[in-house]
């Protein structure tokens, strides 16, 4: 994924020789209006090219588009904050350097008032501010998804270790509604698990309780209900291989809190609620209830799907 932050820096250094020449040209007591939309139009210009430049002739040397890794939902939600805080930026940058300049008009003896230059100034104030409240709160959001991504990713990570055995682990399953953050398919059975990431106390209690029908965090209870969640994701798989190859696949739905102690996971229940390092071990120890074909046509038709999406 390519940064945003550099693309922006080369074309904030494409603006500075036309804003160089705009401030120069200040000098000039007989500076008029028509100079000044036109060097607008220049930085504007400037400014978009690298989002309107496109590549013709040219096509992916891939025949299928590649499988997702773990997070990458996240991380393309994190990118969408990123450019929505470099889009917020190019406002507040313009109207300052209108401002600057019907200053430098002003200063110049130009057809300017000073009451025209303060009206600019004052706007780009107002607008600066609210930029800034907005760019914090998007901050605020990309620290709760860098988080979420974050766990995901070490959640897969424990995975690998599955695939070294063998059984299969795909990440990222994007749905209409939502998404399956890993999926393990073993000759233990077929795994959904929704991942769970969730900041710790600085002090105190930090444990995950479970009795087999709800889920508490430090006593108390989450926002959202993991295990419907987990509960859904597993019959959304339970009923696409079912339309796929016309057969009923055993689906465990697990809930994984990375980094957290988890107390109390009965055994009887249909979901399991576990922490990143005991899920490879509880998923190894199930009986064998798939075989080689059954595997490969299970990975073949869930492969598919995120290849489609």
């Known amino acids: 994924m390519t940064p945003s932050g550099p693309k922006n820096q080369l074309h904030l250094l494409r603006i500075a020789p036309d804003t160089m020449h705009l401030c120069n040209s200040l000098k000039n007591a007989d500076y008029q209006v028509q100079p000044l939309s036109q060097s607008v139009i220049i930085i504007l210009r400037h400014y978009l090219r690298g989002a309107t430049e496109m590549k013709e002739g040219k096509r992916t040397p891939f025949k299928e588009k590649p499988l997702r890794y773990p997070g990458q939902s996240l991380d393309d939600d994190i990118q969408r904050l990123l450019d929505k805080m470099d889009e917020s930026l190019f406002v507040p940058f313009m109207l300052a350097l209108l401002a600057f300049m019907e200053w430098g008009r002003w200063y110049f003896k130009s057809a300017v008032s000073l009451g025209t230059a303060i009206l600019f100034s004052l706007f780009a104030i107002a607008v600066s501010t609210w930029t800034a409240v907005r760019i914090r709160r998007l901050r605020q959001m990309k620290r709760q998804l860098t988080l979420g ?132 071990a509880f998923i190894e120890q199930e009986p064998t209830v798939l075989g080689t074909d059954d595997l490969q046509a299970v990975t073949f038709q869930i492969s598919q799907h995120i290849r489609a999406q």
């Open 149 to 280: 991504r974050d766990g995901e990713q070490v959640v897969g990570q424990c995975l690998e270790e599955l695939r070294a055995k063998g059984y299969r682990v795909l990440h990222d399953i994007v749905v209409k509604d939502f998404n399956i953050d890993h999926v393990v398919i073993a000759p233990t059975g077929i795994f959904t698990i929704e991942t769970k990431t969730v900041s710790k106390p600085l002090r105190g209690e930090t444990v995950i309780s479970f009795d087999g029908e709800k889920t508490l965090i430090n006593g108390m209870k989450p926002d959202r209900d993991p295990l419907i969640q987990a509960r859904s994701q597993a019959s959304w798989i339970r009923d696409f291989l079912k339309s796929s190859l016309g057969r009923t696949f055993p689906v465990r739905p697990v809930v994984v809190f990375p980094g957290w102690f988890v107390k109390g996971t009965p055994t009887c229940s249909d979901v399991w609620v576990l922490n990143e390092k005991a899920l490879p």
